[in-house]
């Protein structure tokens, strides 16, 4: 069973801070690896994918993926309280694992 | 282009009756992708779809359960004889050839009473 790990939370960081997410896979084929946002009862929305080894930078969003280390980030700096959402992790192994989310909430 | 659509939002439905969902991916998407999603879960993968051929099925996912995309574009979800523990979010997500980027449509919410 191919596993994709995140702590759920909930992690709060206040207004302007740098929030850090970390999300750990079990196949060390996977080769692709995403960021979603999801607000309370909406859907999943993309916000980062990265494919290689290092920093993605998107705005206020860096990825991170360590494929030795089994291992992706997402850093939201400037934090702001409409940051406040789960947080999914996503890896493509070859279809799509979805780890459990971690809650952010950003304290104004 | 709108973004992916799916019809209807809500369903509210009685326990042993039939429902039928549709998605309608971002056009020129070929691949297409089914999950369903409980409270503080991630998306699980149901099903997806490379044009009109179904390619992978989840094995968690029960005989009761159907999909069709018959001309490639759009698609439907049906479940049959519904039971509570269908109640959930099913969510619906393409994305192109060769690119690995879901978008996905803004789901519709079952429950099954």
């Known amino acids: 069973q191919k596993e994709v790990e995140q702590n759920s939370g909930p992690l709060s960081v206040p207004e302007g801070a740098i929030a850090s997410l970390n999300c750990t896979y079990s196949?060390?084929?996977?080769?692709?690896f995403f960021w979603y946002r999801q607000y309370s009862g909406k859907s999943p929305e993309l916000i980062m994918f990265i494919y290689s080894n290092g920093d993605k930078e998107d705005g206020r969003f860096t990825a991170q993926l360590n494929k030795a280390s089994q291992y992706v980030s997402l850093l939201i700096r400037d934090s702001q309280p409409s940051d406040s959402a789960t947080y999914l992790c996503a890896v493509f192994s070859p279809q799509f694992y979805f780890g459990t989310g971690t809650s952010l909430t950003v304290i104004p | 282009d709108t973004g992916v659509s799916q019809n209807p939002r809500h369903k509210i439905t009685k326990r042993g009756q039939n429902v039928t969902f549709r998605c309608d991916p971002i056009s020129e998407h070929n691949r297409l992708y089914w999950y369903r999603q409980t409270l503080g879960q991630g998306p699980e993968f149901l099903t997806y779809?490379?044009?009109?051929?179904?390619?992978?099925k989840s094995r968690l996912l029960s005989d009761r359960f159907s999909a069709e995309r018959p001309k490639g574009s759009f698609s439907t979800l049906e479940i049959q004889r519904t039971e509570q523990g269908d109640s959930a979010m099913y969510l619906c997500?393409?994305?192109?050839?060769?690119?690995?980027?879901?978008?996905f449509g803004p789901g519709t919410r079952l429950t099954v009473t």
């Open positions: 779809f490379q044009n009109e051929a179904q390619l992978e």
């Open positions: 997500a393409s994305n192109p050839a060769g690119g690995y980027e879901q978008y």
């Open positions: 196949d060390r084929g996977s080769q692709s």
